[in-house]
């Protein structure tokens, strides 16, 4: 999620609004669903199918939508970014912080480069097209993270994910965490059993018992053909 293209980041971080904000689950979705409207308009357009004015209502739509959708992100960066920020000082990764610089589309904005998503098929201009930046100080983790800082990148995400939840209630999440504790030293194993002490139940999966930072509540050794 880290290394990969925007995609993937834009993927994550609406799931984490849906999650944070339920009643805006589908705003993501809403606005995808607008946007291939308008690319299938702008096809039956290039081809003489239908007409220029047939692409307007999905225009208005899209914009509406991918404003909407700009302040949502907006808002949950703004929620998660604290938390992710102390989470990753923690586990050794210093000043982490997530940016999000975007301009909310406009149907006049959309209407301006009619033309150029006329020849591509395609709206090239919103939020589908956006990125959030995941930083330390005033690097790009992307770009300029070891592959030790992104993970840790990815779990001070999830951690500070788990946290928000947790402070909203009603119930904290269960935190599931696969095979993490071979990635991280001593300190950052004890770190990390820090950040999970409190309410909410978390399930950790290891090569060993003894790679655990603290004595788990309840121990699950699985060999081939038995578990127990």
């Given amino acids: ?38 690319n299938a308009a702008l096809r039956r357009v290039a081809i003489g199918a239908s007409s220029r004015d047939a692409v307007s209502p999905w225009t208005e739509q899209a914009a509406v939508l991918g404003a909407d959708l700009v302040a949502a992100r ?29 301009v909310p589309p406009t149907s006049e904005a959309l209407e301006e480069r009619f033309d150029a998503d006329l020849e591509r098929g395609t709206t090239g201009l919103g939020p589908h097209l956006d990125d959030i930046e995941i930083l330390a100080g005033d690097r790009d983790l992307r770009r300029f993270g070891s592959q030790g800082e992104q993970r840790m990148a990815v779990l001070s995400l999830i951690l500070a994910e788990a946290a ?19 990635e991280l030293d001593e300190g950052r194993r004890q770190a990390l ?35 127990r």
């Fill in 74 to 102: 907006g808002e949950t960066i703004a929620a998660l970014g604290p938390a992710f920020g102390e989470r990753a000082d923690e586990l050794g990764l210093p000043e982490g912080t997530l940016r999000y610089e975007a």
């Fill in 193 to 227: 059993a820090r950040q999970l002490e409190g309410p909410g139940q978390t399930l950790i999966t290891a090569t060993g018992a003894s790679a655990l930072p603290v004595e788990p509540a309840q121990l699950v050794q699985v060999t081939p053909g038995a578990a």
């Fill in 164 to 182: 928000l939840l947790t402070e909203r209630g009603p119930a904290p999440p269960l935190l599931l965490l696969d095979d993490v504790l071979s």
């Fill in 1 to 38: 999620m880290v290394k990969g293209g925007p995609a993937a980041r834009r993927a994550y971080f609406d799931r984490v609004l849906g999650r944070l904000y339920p009643a805006r689950t589908a705003l993501p979705a809403e606005y995808g669903a607008a946007v291939a409207q308008r």
